[in-house]
């Protein structure tokens, strides 16, 4: 893979940017319209709070006191809501500048999406990639065993035919004694003069092929 080898910082893209497909979720009006439904809220309770304070509370009424720490924890968190809110209005701002796109004109999840949509997309091509190695792999696993499957077959045959040889040989030497036995010729003739002659034998049976050959060219 080309980028293992010239760009391996490229494959850590998605480590990188692994907070991305939630910004592809958002949507910077409709979240706007909720910290606004929020405020409002927030709003009524304080109202209530107020008109609560004012009336005569019956005994061990404590919707006052509980609703006042309420508000105080709940503005305070509002109030950092807020301020995250700004700043991820003027960081996307900027991020829509950096790329050439106008302020206005284009909602997160539509910018955002567009490079969630790359990163998958380079995840699967990826993993294509991984799966393609992984088989040429296999493939050349598969060759190498097949071969040296070939190669001993290949040995023990020869191995079944130098054998089958050797016990032919054998066997010629062995029916030469046999006869040698019945004629009583291996009482007044060693053994190796009784090979010598089936050597002879032979010979002699090539001899006479050749000059039957020779005969049938001539005619």
Same mark, same amino acid.
């Given at each position: 893979?080309i980028f293992?080898?010239n760009? $391996? ?5 998605q480590?990188? %940017?692994?907070?991305?497909p939630?910004a =592809?979720?958002v949507n910077l &009006?409709?979240l706007?319209? /909720?910290v606004?439904?929020i *405020?409002t809220g927030?709003k @009524? &309770?304080? @109202?209530?709070?107020d008109?609560?304070?004012r009336?005569?509370r019956?005994?061990?009424?404590r919707f006052?006191p ?7 924890? =709940? +503005?305070f968190? #509002?109030s /950092?809501l807020?301020d %995250?809110?700004?700043e991820?209005r003027?960081k996307?701002?900027k991020a829509?500048?950096? #790329?050439g ?6 909602? $997160?999840?539509? #910018?955002?999406?567009?490079f969630d949509?790359?990163?998958?997309? #380079?995840? /699967?091509?990826k ?11 296999e493939e050349?696993r598969?060759?190498?065993m097949?071969a040296?499957?070939k /190669? ?5 045959r020869?191995? *079944?035919? @130098?054998k089958a040889?050797s016990?032919?040989?054998?066997g010629?030497?062995?029916?030469d !004694? &046999? +006869? @040698?036995?019945?004629s009583?010729?291996v009482?007044?003739k060693d053994l +190796?003069?009784?090979?010598?002659n ?7 049976? !090539?001899e006479?092929?050749?000059e039957? &050959?020779?005969t049938?060219?001539?005619?």
């Amino acid at each position: 893979m080309i980028f293992e080898k010239n760009y $391996p910082d490229i494959l850590d893209i998605q480590s990188e %940017l692994q907070h991305l497909p939630e910004a =592809a979720k958002v949507n910077l &009006v409709e979240l706007e319209k /909720e910290v606004n439904n929020i *405020k409002t809220g927030l709003k @009524a &309770v304080e @109202a209530e709070l107020d008109y609560q304070k004012r009336r005569v509370r019956e005994s061990g009424d404590r919707f006052v006191p509980v609703m006042s720490d309420f508000i105080t924890v =709940a +503005s305070f968190s #509002f109030s /950092e809501l807020e301020d %995250l809110l700004n700043e991820a209005r003027d960081k996307y701002a900027k991020a829509l500048k950096h #790329f050439g796109e106008s302020e206005g004109k284009m909602q $997160p999840d539509e #910018f955002f999406g567009i490079f969630d949509t790359f990163l998958q997309s #380079f995840a /699967e091509a990826k993993q294509d990639l991984e799966n393609m190695r992984k088989k040429k792999e296999e493939e050349e696993r598969r060759a190498r065993m097949e071969a040296m499957l070939k /190669e001993q077959r290949e040995k023990e045959r020869r191995q *079944k035919k @130098a054998k089958a040889g050797s016990i032919s040989e054998e066997g010629g030497e062995f029916d030469d !004694l &046999v +006869s @040698a036995l019945r004629s009583g010729e291996v009482f007044d003739k060693d053994l +190796s003069k009784l090979k010598r002659n089936r050597k002879r034998s032979g010979n002699q049976g !090539l001899e006479t092929s050749r000059e039957r &050959v020779v005969t049938k060219l001539n005619y």
